[in-house]
């Protein structure tokens, strides 16, 4: 059996999103994938992705019928694609409602976009159906925000990190490294908070940024994934194992490990399981 | 294959590990490149990119054919025709300029006759959209990314122009492409250092829509990681798995 490799940050569309082409991307990201190697998406969907309401403030109809088509995805294919449900904080019995009713039907994680900054107090009630499922948070991320930009209410690493030591029992994922703004910034932002870790995808393929995230974090607080640039991910992949920064275990934690440990086994089967990082008390 | 879109030299913004040619060389033997036009980072941002042509000549010279210079002229510059005549005699493909880091408008006259006389002397000109994500850049880097305007009115100069536009996504790709002439747009090639591949396939798209004549490989190293351009190529569609791109060998073939 060839190495399990879990794209711990993808996204699928659905025909509510307002492209024809959606099946079209759907099926490239299987596509590539299958010709990369991944043995689980752990996929979410914004709403509607800005057909309906704004990507990062879904309303309530739209996280809905874009978690439903999660659903559908991972009926149709199995384990190969795993779900985050995504809320939005501001509807907040509507977001407990959709985390139980997806994590019932087998979601692995919670997805939170930029509904509310991530220090916000509407956070909290989310955190603590992650800690009840024991599901991780995968957080969009600005790194370094200096303003605000439009249609988004940002967070940061620092942010992200006000939250974390809120919640110490939850695992939050820093959202693609590679996703733009200042990924040294997050690193020192988050470098002390052992209950977040982070996941390299993005667009961004700067030399230097996986050094200095394994010099940072360390390899058991990184996650393989891709976002929404499928090359970007395969040149990270290819980097870690050239650049010699990390031996071959350290890629196991990244590429798959790491993800089975935080998503849970359901994403990946854990035979040669390292001691858990200590960051969740 | 070679990769056109190489540099040397520290970036002003942030730290870049080993932006050095021994080390460019080691990259170019992991990726199965058999060379690499380089151009001098600092030099972008040099007022008289001079002195950095001539730390580029000297520094390359040890490993010329394989990394060929691709000096840096600035056409507001007094005496930068004799700056082509050096770059022709020392065995250089290309130029690059920098009109956004110079304050150079989109039509400037100067770009334009940067253009001709290196058209007439063989040498094609290397543009850069930009050197990093406009997300992350440092507050003192202002001048912007190089606009598609500008490529048009350098493409459209003479029928010598010979242009190599390097780190543009596919909007922009397809903005100049198809305001062109078909004459105008055998001018300009591009390379795909930041054109995305699967899900969105903009790669792919491009391939089918525009051809792979209009392609050249180019990394953005030492910015980019160098695995990128072949992982993008890697990830195309089954079809296009043959696909042909230009040899930047041959842009001024007939």
Same mark, same amino acid.
């Given at each position: 059996m060839?190495e +399990?490799?879990i794209?711990a ?9 307002g492209?024809?082409d959606?099946?079209?991307v759907? =099926?490239?990201r299987l $596509?590539a ?8 998406h752990?996929?979410?969907?914004l709403g509607s992705f ?5 990507t990062y403030?879904?309303s309530p109809?739209d996280v !809905?019928a874009g978690n ?5 995805l991972?009926r ?9 449900? !995504?809320?939005n904080?501001n509807? #907040?019995t509507?977001? $407990?409602g ?6 019932? @039907?087998?979601a692995?994680?919670i997805?939170l976009?930029? #509904? ?8 909290d009630p989310i ?7 024991g599901l991780?948070?995968?957080h969009?991320i600005w ?8 249609n988004q209410e940002i967070s940061?690493g620092?942010d992200?990190?006000?939250?974390a030591?809120r ?7 820093l959202a693609?490294i590679g996703?733009?703004?200042d ?5 020192a932002a988050v470098?002390?908070v +052992? ?9 961004g393929v700067d ?6 995230a394994?010099?940072?974090?360390g390899?058991?607080?990184l996650?393989?994934?891709s976002d929404? !640039?499928?090359e970007?991910?395969?040149? @990270?992949?290819r980097a ?5 920064? #990390?031996t071959a275990?350290?890629?196991k934690?990244?590429r798959? $490990?790491?993800?089975?440990r935080?998503?849970?086994e359901?994403?990946a ?7 858990p990082h200590p960051?969740?008390? | 294959m ?5 540099l ?5 913004? $942030?730290?870049?590990p080993?932006p050095?040619?021994?080390v460019?060389?080691r990259?170019?033997d992991r990726e ?7 151009g001098?980072?600092p030099?972008a941002?040099?007022?008289? +990119?001079s002195?950095?042509n001539a730390?580029l ?12 210079p691709?000096p840096t002229?600035r056409?507001d510059w007094?005496?930068?025709e004799g700056?082509?005549?050096?770059a022709?005699d020392?065995g250089?493909?290309a ?8 304050q150079?408008?989109?039509?400037d006259s ?7 006389v290196c058209g007439?002397?063989?040498l094609?000109i ?5 050197? *990093? ?7 003192l880097?202002v ?5 598609a =305007? ?8 003479g029928?010598?122009v ?10 922009f790709?397809?903005e100049?492409?198809?305001?062109l002439?078909p004459?105008?747009?055998?001018r300009?090639?591009w390379d795909f250092?930041?054109v995305w591949?699967?899900? *969105? ?9 525009i051809g792979g004549?209009?392609?050249v490989?180019?990394?953005h190293w030492p910015?980019?990681l160098s695995?990128?351009p072949?992982?993008?190529? *890697?990830l195309?569609?089954?079809?296009m798995? *043959?696909v042909?791109?230009?040899d930047p060998?041959r842009?001024?073939?007939?």
């Open positions: 060839t +399990p490799l794209d940050h993808a996204h699928f569309l659905h025909e509510g999103c492209r024809s959606w099946s079209d759907n =099926a490239a $596509r994938g299958e010709r990369m190697g991944i043995t689980c752990v996929a979410s969907i800005g057909f309906h309401s704004p403030f879904p109809d !809905t439903d088509a999660m659903l559908a991972c149709q294919h199995g384990s190969l694609v795993r779900m985050l449900v !995504t809320v904080p509807h #907040s509507h977001a $407990r959709e985390i139980e009713r997806c994590v019932a @039907k087998g692995v994680g997805k976009a930029a #509904s509310r900054r991530a220090d916000d107090p509407l956070v955190c603590g159906l992650a800690v009840k499922h991780p948070i995968l969009h790194q370094h925000r200096r303003r605000d930009w439009p940061d620092a992200l990190a006000v939250l030591r919640h110490p029992n939850v695992t939050l994922i693609h996703g733009g703004g990924y040294l910034h997050s690193f470098r002390d +052992p209950n977040i870790v982070a996941d390299v995808s993005g667009s030399r230097g940024m996986l050094d200095a394994v010099v940072s974090l390899s058991q607080r996650l393989w994934g929404i !640039t499928m970007t991910g395969l040149a @990270k992949l870690l194992e050239n650049t010699g920064l #990390s275990d350290d890629i934690d990244i798959w $490990r790491n993800a089975a935080i998503f849970g359901s994403v089967p854990l035979p040669a399981r390292r001691p960051g969740r008390k | 070679i990769d056109v879109n190489t040397i030299g520290p970036y002003p913004f $942030r730290y870049i080993h050095d040619p021994d460019l060389l990259v170019l199965e490149l058999s060379g690499a036009w380089v001098h980072l030099s941002f040099y007022r008289d +990119p002195q950095g730390q000549y000297s520094t390359l010279v040890s490993h010329a054919p394989r990394l060929r691709v002229i056409p007094p005496g930068w700056a082509v005549v050096a022709r020392a250089a493909p130029v690059r300029a920098y009109p956004p880091q110079w150079l408008a989109p039509d100067r770009m334009r006759d940067l253009a001709l007439d002397a063989g094609a290397l543009l850069t959209i930009r050197f *990093e994500d406009v997300r992350q850049r440092h507050p880097d001048a912007g990314d190089l606009q =305007a500008a490529v048009r009115s350098l493409a459209r100069a029928e010598r010979r242009l190599i536009v390097t780190a543009a996504g596919r909007e790709i397809e100049v492409h198809w305001s002439t004459d105008e747009q055998k300009v090639v250092s930041w591949g699967p899900p *969105e396939d903009h790669f792919a798209k491009l391939l089918r829509t004549a209009r392609f490989f180019g990394s910015l980019r695995q990128n072949r992982a993008n190529l *890697e195309l569609p089954k079809e798995s *043959e042909r791109l230009a060998d842009l001024f073939a007939r």
